[in-house]
């Protein structure tokens, strides 16, 4: 077992892992974060991403060990309480979820993808989300939720 | 009845949706994430092999591993090893072999189940499978289907004496219309299998609550209350103990419409143990062991006159089983029997449908469950037809279709359809698309010898949705009924709990369902809770699969609304001291006729029936309204879709340019959720045509059973869709609904294919296998031209 220090949504946490734990498991099984979810077993699907030390990750592909010391940051640490950030609200807005299941990873995704491109075209925001899977909208309103993040987060001209 | 409908209601508007608040905030409850004290998890060996003898199965070495309370084999397990149901018999000399949960002696399809281990955490109890001793003697696969048939087969179910399930026949008459045609064509399409690929894994967890026999089952299902039956049949638990729970659930598209293996033996474990199990699938597990679907060989054969009429058309199936049968494995296809004649007139239909076993997964519902396979089939002959008389393929559609003026119209496969505009559908889709420039550029294309050429495909289909009359479900030979349930309770605070049998895994029936009764009860949306899927509160319903919760269970809330409403007004009008006749109901209030300072809230009409201090003699106290709603037949959606195909000569790559639909799904609840389920039905019809197919090699071994080689389009994969409605509403239900669930998924597939082979039909090329990758466009491309492919 090894010994770690995370600071998960704004909470320090110390934990015992094995090393070979995912930071997925850690999150969801240690520490309760199960807003951040496991989809698939190939790193393809997207719906655990979150920020690692602002940037975006897939969870299942970092390692609880790898995090020590970094902080992180998942879909229930992005607004505080009733909240909203304005991704979020831009995916209701736009009808941007069906099901729900990769929406967590796509919200963290976008936060990422509007951070490095406050403006994207429709091309950019399609392949700026080609690592998160979703089954149930097309992508066609999560493309115009995106845009409308963008315009609510004062990126869009 | 309700006598207002005002402008103002909720009905029809594309209002956001209640369900998204927890899901974009994280605060889900998806089966995985419950957590209850004491859990066992399960982890399942599963076969390697697709068809071999188990010669040596020794589970007792996992015992000693690290966390391990429990492991079991067939045998161990005994009588607790329950067998799953198929409940669609659709004949009476259906072979119908046992699908032991774990199996016994022998492994039938890779993924298998053949032993399971019970640890305190998921980690021991998949370290501890490799600890099983098991040897196989593999035997030979039996994946082909023709070869399946074909005498001297192996055999999968050797009981059986044979692989073929089942052969089903309908129609006749065919051969005498072909005889009188001019024209007769005829294909073999090949109808790829597919996986369904929701996101959310399956999940189950089941709990005993105080003895064994009373047992609560959370589990990702679509189905909870048809799980409750078939569980209480497969265990012996009395089905009053049985609580079956879907919390949140993560897709489906018809692959958590099932009893699992899974489900049973979580549930049987838990009995025996008395502690809570846990069973969350791998997305590698998934992709073997959740049902798959398609995956047929059609032989379809077209008659007409020369001048382009249609006399007749004859179809012979070859439908893949899988090695076992799950809960309507056999009449996925006979969904798809009624389909095949579609939009067209037509003298004679004749049918004939073989189920065969082969050493793979088993297959059953996915996204339209039949009827893609009938609608790819019928729109891709119609436009080798065309091309045959040399006639533009809408023209070819537009004589043969059913005139709107013509309905109701019996088709030649016995069913009849209530409304239908497929005139207006089209045009509006022609209109939004730009047909005339699109055929000019591909003209010039063709002209200039481009090397990119265009093409376009036409689909324009229809479906049966709103499963289903309880009649005709008992006619075929399927063991339930289709009819839906609503209780619509209102609470003394004026606040309402609508409870619904349908079971909705992301569709939006939370939002869609309280519009209904809010615009019938005249009281804010926000004010509704909606329960479903959970048999401890709503204890009535068949579900969701099939475009059916809106069609069926939707009639149920107006008829339980508006039963609710005629309670009421017996309350309001003692109140008010006149007779329930001198009321009117509008916008949420009892009115006396006359005199419009005398009204009564239905709220504060709650609040009377609760307090029951001043009722009318013989009236109950509490105000609810129940309903149980058999439709009166299915209902029948179309559409008109459009693909502009731009197609690499050179190296076959295939972009999909402009998608344009129209669809007409009769009366909209809310078109924004309408608008999702077609952008999500295209994305999975698309994937048919373009990505997706679940292939074996010649052993029965899994080619791409991962999500890093099974291709589910991902955001740059697809384009933005152009959408359109008509509104032909449905007069076989009282909303005027007819389900939209499907719709893009159907008609979608063929439009692809059809333009791929538009823009390649120059150089000879007549057909193009699914998925039309690069590669099998180009070396289709290559075969046309006569060169090496």
């Known amino acids: 077992m090894q010994h770690i220090s995370v600071n998960v949504d704004g909470t320090q946490y110390e934990g015992e892992v094995e090393p070979r734990t995912l930071l997925v498991h850690w999150l969801r099984n240690e520490l309760g974060k199960v807003g951040t979810v496991v989809g698939c077993d190939t790193s393809n699907c997207g719906a655990c991403t979150?920020?690692?030390n602002g940037r975006s990750v897939k969870s299942c592909s970092v390692l609880a060990v790898q995090a020590d010391g970094a902080s992180v940051t998942t879909i229930q640490g992005i607004s505080t309480g009733d909240d909203w950030h304005p991704v979020q609200t831009a995916f209701k807005?736009?009808?941007?979820?069906?099901?729900?299941?990769?929406?967590?990873?796509?919200?963290?995704?976008?936060?990422d993808l509007l951070g490095e491109n406050p403006n994207p075209n429709e091309t950019e925001i399609r392949e700026g989300l080609e690592g998160n899977l979703c089954r149930c909208t097309g992508?066609?309103?999560i493309v115009r939720s995106v845009e409308k993040a963008a315009e609510l987060m004062g990126g869009a001209k | 009845m309700t006598e207002t409908v005002d402008t103002s209601t909720p009905l029809g508007r594309p209002i956001k949706r209640k369900e998204d608040a927890k899901l974009l905030h994280g605060r889900t409850n998806w089966t995985d994430n419950i957590q209850l004290p004491g859990t066992l998890h399960m982890a399942i060996l599963r076969s390697p092999y697709a068809h071999a003898k188990i010669t040596k199965l020794d589970v007792t070495p996992a015992l000693s591993r690290p966390n391990v309370i429990a492991a079991y084999s067939a045998e161990e397990l005994g009588d607790l090893n329950g067998s799953i149901p198929c409940v669609w018999p659709v004949t009476d000399d259906i072979v119908m072999p046992d699908f032991p949960a774990l199996a016994k002696g022998k492994v039938r399809q890779v993924g298998d189940a053949v032993a399971v281990v019970l640890a305190t955490d998921p980690v021991h109890a998949a370290d501890a499978l490799d600890a099983i001793e098991v040897d196989y003697e593999p035997l030979d696969a039996v994946v082909d289907m023709e070869a399946a048939l074909a005498p001297g087969s192996a055999l999968v179910h050797d009981d059986a004496g044979t692989n073929s399930c089942y052969v089903y026949n309908l129609g006749g008459g065919y051969d005498d219309v072909k005889a009188k045609a001019d024209v007769v064509v005829k294909r073999r399409f090949i109808n790829q299998r597919l996986i369904p690929a929701f996101m959310e894994p399956r999940s189950v967890v089941a709990a005993p609550m105080g003895m064994s026999d009373e047992m609560t089952v959370w589990s990702s299902t679509q189905i909870a209350h048809v799980l409750r039956v078939l569980m209480a049949l497969v265990t012996g638990i009395p089905e009053n103990n049985l609580r079956i729970i879907a919390p949140d659930v993560g897709g489906g598209f018809g692959g958590k419409l099932q009893l699992y293996r899974e489900e049973v033996l979580a549930t049987q474990l838990a009995r025996k143990l008395g502690r809570p199990v846990k069973w969350t699938e791998t997305r590698s597990e998934d992709m073997v062991a959740t049902h798959h679907g398609r995956d047929q060989i059609q032989d379809i054969e077209i008659?007409?006159?020369?001048?382009?009429?249609?006399?007749?058309?004859?179809v012979d199936l070859i439908a893949n089983m899988g090695a076992y049968l799950q809960i309507i494995t056999p009449g996925i296809p006979l969904l798809g029997m009624f389909m095949y004649p579609a939009i067209y007139k037509m003298d004679a239909y004749d049918f004939k449908c073989t189920g065969v076993f082969t050493n793979t997964t088993p297959t059953d519902a996915y996204r339209g469950a039949g009827r893609p396979e009938a609608t790819y089939a019928i729109e891709r002959i119609v436009d080798e037809l065309a091309a045959e008389l040399d006639m533009d393929p809408m023209e070819l559609r537009e004589k043969n279709w059913i005139k709107h003026e013509e309905f109701p119209y019996t088709t030649v496969a016995g069913l009849t359809y209530d409304t239908g505009n497929y005139e207006a559908a089209t045009a509006k889709a022609v209109d939004l698309f730009g047909m005339d420039e699109l055929r000019a550029e591909q003209k010039r294309r063709r002209e200039s010898g481009d090397p990119?050429?265009?093409g376009i495909g036409i689909s324009t289909f229809t479906e049966m949705c709103g499963l289903a009359p309880s009649r005709t479900l008992g006619a075929l030979k399927y063991v339930a009924g289709g009819w839906e349930h609503a209780t619509i309770r209102m609470l003394p605070t004026g606040k309402v709990e609508l409870i619904t049998g349908t079971s909705p895994h992301g569709q939006g029936h939370e939002t869609a369902w309280s519009q209904i009764a809010a615009s019938i009860l005249g009281i804010p949306v926000e004010d509704?809770?909606?329960?479903?899927?959970?048999?401890?509160?709503?204890?009535?319903?068949?579900?969701?699969y099939g475009s059916r919760s809106l069609a069926v269970g939707g009639q149920a809330i107006k008829k339980a609304a508006d039963n609710l409403i005629e309670?009421?007004?017996?309350?309001?009008?003692?109140?008010?001291?006149?007779?329930?006749?001198?009321?009117?109901?509008v916008n949420g209030e009892f009115k006396v006729k006359g005199d419009p300072e005398k009204s009564q809230a239905i709220g504060a009409v709650a609040f009377e029936a609760f307090t029951a201090h001043n009722l009318p003699d013989g009236v109950e106290p509490t105000l609810q309204g129940e309903a149980t709603v058999d439709p009166e037949d299915f209902s029948y959606p179309h559409g008109t879709h459009l693909a502009a195909m731009e197609v690499d000569t050179e190296t076959g790559k295939v972009t999909l340019r402009k998608y344009v639909c129209v669809d007409d799904v009769g009366n909209q609840v809310n078109p924004m959720i309408v608008e999702g389920q077609v952008h999500g039905g295209l994305a999975q019809g698309i994937g048919q045509a373009l990505y997706e197919g679940a292939f074996y090699d010649e052993d029965g071994l899994p080619l791409n059973a991962n999500l890093s080689t099974y291709l589910i389009p991902a955001a740059p994969d697809l384009p933005s869709f152009i959408t359109g409605t008509t509104t032909t509403p449905s007069t076989t239900h009282p909303l005027g609904t007819k389900g939209v669930g499907e719709a893009g998924a159907i008609a979608s597939t063929p439009a692809i294919i059809?333009?791929?082979?538009d823009a390649l039909r120059p150089m000879g090329v007549t057909d193009v296998a699914m998925p039309a990758t690069p590669m099998t466009v180009w070396k289709t491309i290559q075969a046309a031209k006569g060169g090496q492919a």
Not at chain 1, 93 to 111: D, K, N, R
Not at chain 2, 528 to 544: C, K, L, N, Q, S
Not at chain 2, 754 to 757: A, D, K, L, P, R
């Open chain 1, 50 to 52: 979150i920020l690692l």
């Open chain 1, 93 to 111: 807005e736009c009808h941007g979820l069906q099901c729900g299941y990769c929406t967590p990873g796509m919200v963290m995704s976008t936060i």
């Open chain 1, 139 to 141: 992508y066609h309103n």
């Open chain 2, 303 to 314: 008659a007409a006159t020369k001048d382009g009429k249609i006399l007749g058309l004859k």
């Open chain 2, 452 to 454: 990119v050429q265009l």
């Open chain 2, 528 to 544: 509704i809770e909606v329960v479903h899927g959970d048999t401890g509160r709503a204890p009535y319903g068949m579900d969701t």
């Open chain 2, 567 to 585: 309670k009421a007004r017996v309350i309001a009008a003692h109140q008010l001291e006149c007779s329930p006749g001198d009321l009117e109901f």
């Open chain 2, 754 to 757: 059809n333009g791929i082979v």
